[in-house]
Structures are given as C-alpha cells and as structure tokens.
C-alpha cells in the first residue's frame, strides 16, 4: 500500500450480524482491503452476544489498524426493545475501535444512501450494486458487509470536511 494512505473501518452495527468493511483513501483513490461480518448466537444470553461482538470487531480492528472508523448510527424502529438492543450493539460498535485510539465518525443511514446512491432512501440492493461499482474489486458476502463498506465510503467522501473543520477549530485556539 502507499504511504500516507488512510486506512478506514465501516461498521454495520446489529446484534445478529455486524457488518465491517475496510478501505484506503489516498487522494481520490480508494482501494477495497477486506469486507465481512462478525456473528452472535442467537440463543445466548444478551451479554454473551455482545461480548462475541467486541471480541470479533477487537480482533478486526488490531489486524487491519485502521486509521479512521465510522459506524452507522441507530436507526429507531417501532419495536422499543429491539431498537435498545441494537443501540446496544452499536454501543459496542464505537467501543471497539475506539478502546485502540481510533477516532470513530457516525453518520446517519440516510446520509450513507444519499452519499453512496444519491438518495436518502434506497434498498440494499442499491447499495450493493454502486458499492461494486465504486470498489470493482471488492468481496462480500452479506449486506451487512455491504453496508459497511458504504458507511466508510460515506466517511472517505465526508473526511476531508471533517479534517479542514478541525484544523480551523485548532487554529482558533
């Protein structure tokens, strides 16, 4: 890879499947480094499946060391008990990259479509497709994978912003 390539880790929060995806940006570049999904037993208890969770995105986060993460935020459903659990999935989804010193962005689903598809509302279908024309290269087996891979194209897109609002914040100290 090329020197002063930022390496970034979407992730895909949810409590049956976590979605990750890795890319690296230099420039206008964007190269595809690994997509998948970190899984939970269903039938375990809460706490169980979490853990599965941190431990799997821990392990995903010491061997690509990204630089940069983002992770989808909540998307609040009618079902209040399922929404906490997913917010606890994401809870641990932040957790992970940031317990090695990652800085971890959030974008909301919407702003991911609208970034990816031009559109704030679209189906995975969508998604998986303009992911594949945007990373040709890219491999992944679910949509959860897909998704992740859309929530770091969505902060590739998104950081440059990010980087000059920080210089200027910094500048006015």
């Avoid at 317990?99 to 998604?127: C, L, S």
């Avoid at 897109?157 to 920080?166: G, L, P």
Wanted: include cysteine.
């Amino acid at each position: 890879m090329e020197p002063h390539a930022i390496r970034i880790l979407g992730i895909d929060p949810g409590l049956r499947r976590t979605g990750w995806g890795a890319i690296a940006c230099k420039g206008n570049a964007v190269t595809f480094l690994g997509a998948g999904s970190v899984s939970s037993v269903a039938t375990d208890d809460l706490a169980t499946r979490l853990a599965a969770i941190h431990a799997g995105l821990e392990a995903i986060v010491r061997e690509l060391d990204p630089h940069e993460a983002a992770v989808e935020q909540t998307f609040v459903n009618r079902d209040a008990s399922a929404t906490l659990k997913l917010g606890q999935a994401r809870g641990v989804a932040l957790l992970a990259p940031a317990q090695a010193g990652v800085p971890v962005a959030e974008y909301a689903p919407n702003q991911v479509k609208k970034t990816i598809i031009g559109v704030g509302h679209g189906d995975k279908k969508q998604i998986r497709m303009m992911v594949k024309v945007l990373l040709p290269k890219a491999t992944f087996d679910s949509d959860d994978a897909a998704d992740a891979l859309a929530i770091a194209l969505c902060h590739a897109q998104h950081r440059e912003a990010r980087v000059r609002a920080a210089r200027l914040e910094e500048a006015a100290r």
